[in-house]
C-alpha cells in the first residue's frame, strides 16, 4: 500500500512538472508555426484602415469640400472620354467590396528596394516576408447576396465601417514579435533594444470592388466573391499600373495593387517591434475614402466605361484603362501603455484643410502618407504618438481639389517625451 501510494506521489509530481514546463511556443516561436488560431496571438492587434486621416476621418457627407460628391475626372479631348453619369450616386452611397488576401511585413531592408523587383521567386519571398496574416478577409459596405456570403458571415459589414470610420478594421493574424535579435546581434548593429525594426508592410488586394460602373450607360456586371455583381467593377486591375504604363514595362513592374506596398526608411522608427510581453497596435492603412473619382476609359469595343476609381493625385488618367500609383500605403506600431496623445488648437474647420503628423527628419509631406492625420477641426484629436520628436503640418487639398493635401501651409515641432506615459499634449497650429 506504502509503495502504490509512494508511485501515485510520483505521478502526480511528474504531471505537474510537465504541465509547467516551458515549451518553444511559451518562448515565443510560435510565429515559425503554421497558423492555427488567433488565440495564439496575445499581444498584437492589426488594424486596417481606408482613410488618409488616422482619427477621426471627415463623414462621407463631409467629403468634396461638404457637398458628398464623388470627384469627377476631367472630360474631353484628350482626357478622359466624355462620362455616362445615369443617377451618379454620392460617395457614401456607393457599395464598396474588399478580398483581402492577406497582410505581410519584412525587416530586409536591401532586399525590398525598388518596389520588390529584387523578388524573383517564391523561395526569395519566403525569405523576404512575415507572413503575420495570411487569413483572407472579406469586406463589404453592403451585402451582394441574398443568401450567406463571405462578408457576412465574417462581420465584414462591420468590419467595413471601421475601416472607413477611423476605428479601423481587425484583421486576423499571428505575432511575428519572437523574432527578435540576440543579445549578440542587438550589440554588433548598435540596436538599444531587444526585438526587430520591420521595414515594408504589404496588403495583397484580390479584389476591391466599386458598385457604380456603366459600359456605354448600361451597368457593368461582374464578379465579386464569386457571385455576381450589377453595376460593379474591379479597379484592382485598373490600379495596378501608372496610367501610360507599356505591356512591355508591366513585366518588370511589380503591380501596385498586389501588394500595396509601404516602405520605411531606415531613419523612421514606427515599425520597431520591442521584445517582451506589451501589447501593440500594428495600424496598416491606405487613402480611399477621402479620394473617390469617376473616371472613364475607351474599351476595345470602342465604348466608354464609367467608374468610380481613385483621384488623379498624383499621375494624371487622361482615358487609359490604367489609372494607377494614386494609392498609397502607411503603417506604425503603437504602444499603447506608453503611447500619449495630442490636442491641436488652431482648427479652422475647413474641409480642404488636414493636420499631419511626421518624424522629424522626414522632409516630404506631399507624396507620402503623413504618420498621423486628422482633420483641421477645431479640438482636433490624434490618439497615439510613441515618444519621440515630430513635426506637425498644416496641409491643404488646394491646387487641384480631388481629396487630397498637395499644399503645405505652415508647420511646427513637437516632443513626446519617454514618461510619464499616456499623457496629453496640446499643441497650437493655425490652421488653415
Not at 5 to 13: A, C, D, G, N
Request: aromatic share 12%.
Amino acid at each position: 500500500m506504502k509503495f502504490s501510494s509512494l508511485k501515485l506521489l510520483v505521478l502526480f509530481f511528474n504531471v505537474l512538472i510537465f504541465i509547467h514546463c516551458k515549451t518553444k511556443l511559451d518562448l515565443g516561436e510560435e510565429s515559425k508555426l503554421p497558423v492555427i488560431s488567433t488565440l495564439f496571438n496575445h499581444r498584437m492587434l492589426l488594424l486596417l484602415k481606408g482613410t488618409y486621416a488616422t482619427d477621426n476621418p471627415l463623414d462621407w457627407a463631409e467629403l468634396n469640400n461638404g457637398t458628398g460628391n464623388l470627384y469627377v475626372d476631367a472630360q474631353g479631348e484628350g482626357l478622359d472620354p466624355t462620362m455616362t453619369l445615369v443617377n451618379q450616386p454620392k460617395a457614401g452611397n456607393v457599395p464598396i467590396f474588399l478580398d483581402i488576401g492577406e497582410v505581410r511585413i519584412s525587416s530586409k531592408y536591401l532586399k525590398g528596394l525598388n518596389e520588390l523587383t529584387q523578388i524573383r521567386d517564391t523561395v526569395d519571398s519566403n525569405k523576404f516576408w512575415d507572413y503575420i496574416a495570411p487569413n483572407r478577409q472579406v469586406f463589404c459596405t453592403v451585402t451582394y447576396s441574398f443568401d450567406n456570403n463571405t462578408c457576412t458571415e465574417s462581420n465584414g459589414i462591420l468590419k467595413a465601417s471601421d475601416f472607413f470610420n477611423g476605428i479601423g478594421a481587425q484583421f486576423p493574424s499571428n505575432d511575428p514579435s519572437s523574432q527578435t535579435e540576440s543579445w549578440e546581434s542587438a550589440l554588433i548593429t548598435g540596436q538599444p533594444w531587444l526585438g526587430r525594426q520591420y521595414y515594408y508592410a504589404a496588403i495583397y488586394f484580390r479584389s476591391l470592388v466599386t458598385g457604380y460602373a456603366l459600359d456605354a450607360g448600361i451597368p457593368v456586371t461582374g464578379r465579386f466573391d464569386n457571385r455576381p455583381i450589377v453595376n460593379g467593377l474591379n479597379i484592382v486591375p485598373r490600379n495596378n499600373y501608372v496610367a501610360g504604363t507599356t505591356s512591355a514595362a508591366k513585366s518588370s513592374i511589380v503591380p501596385k495593387m498586389f501588394p500595396a506596398l509601404y516602405t520605411q526608411l531606415p531613419t523612421q522608427a514606427d515599425m520597431q517591434i520591442r521584445d517582451g510581453f506589451d501589447p501593440y497596435i500594428l495600424e496598416v492603412r491606405i487613402n480611399l475614402k477621402e479620394n473617390l473619382m469617376l473616371h472613364s476609359y475607351l474599351t476595345s469595343r470602342s465604348t466608354v466605361v464609367t467608374y468610380v476609381g481613385v483621384s488623379d493625385i498624383f499621375f494624371d488618367h487622361k482615358g487609359e484603362g490604367d489609372a494607377g500609383g494614386n494609392i498609397l500605403t502607411r503603417a506604425r506600431v503603437i504602444y499603447p501603455e506608453t503611447a500619449s496623445s495630442l490636442t491641436i488648437s488652431g482648427g479652422g474647420n475647413s474641409l480642404l484643410h488636414y493636420y499631419g503628423i511626421f518624424r522629424s527628419q522626414e522632409t516630404e509631406f506631399i507624396n507620402v502618407l503623413p504618420l498621423a492625420a486628422t482633420p483641421a477641426k477645431q479640438g482636433a484629436k490624434i490618439k497615439y504618438l510613441n515618444p519621440g520628436t515630430y513635426k506637425a503640418v498644416c496641409l491643404g487639398d488646394l491646387t487641384k481639389q480631388d481629396g487630397y493635401p498637395d499644399t503645405v501651409v505652415r508647420e511646427t515641432t513637437f516632443n513626446i517625451p519617454e514618461y510619464p506615459f499616456r499623457q496629453t499634449y496640446n499643441i497650437d497650429l493655425t490652421c488653415p
